[in-house]
């Protein structure tokens, strides 16, 4: 009796159409629009611009906009001693701790106690949102 419920579940999933892969751009529920891999982070708007930033603790990501208008992104996590980055200020990103300073540029340590510049983290921006 196991044996044939077991047979006719299978063939059940088999031919139903749930177990046929969704379409690109298709929510795993299988209803509307996918807002696409990666966590959401941030809008853009939310990002200041020219040379400021949004720091995103909970995420560990720094946001910053360069006056081109380009948005990066860092680990907010200063490589000296482990602490959250407080600041984006006029292009600098700065630690509240030990006073280290890295370039919302590229991450490159501006001024120590740390010596190891911010690691990057990728991001997707799409409809004017941040994704990781």
Do not use: W
């Amino acid at each position: 009796m196991a044996t044939a419920a077991g047979v006719a579940g299978y063939i059940v999933g088999r031919t139903s159409g749930l177990s046929k892969p969704k379409p690109p751009g298709t929510e795993p529920n299988g209803y509307g629009p996918s807002t696409g891999g990666g966590r959401y982070l941030a809008a853009v708007s939310a990002v200041p611009p020219h040379g400021g930033g949004l720091i995103l603790a909970s995420d560990h990501v720094v946001l910053v906009m360069e006056a081109s208008g380009q948005l990066k992104a860092f680990s907010s996590t200063c490589t000296h001693q482990g602490c959250t980055v407080a600041s984006v200020v006029n292009g600098i990103i700065q630690c509240p701790c030990h006073g280290s300073q890295f370039s919302a540029v590229n991450g490159a340590v501006i001024q120590g106690p740390a010596t190891r510049p911010l690691p990057p983290v990728a991001i997707a921006v799409r409809d004017g949102y941040v994704y990781t």
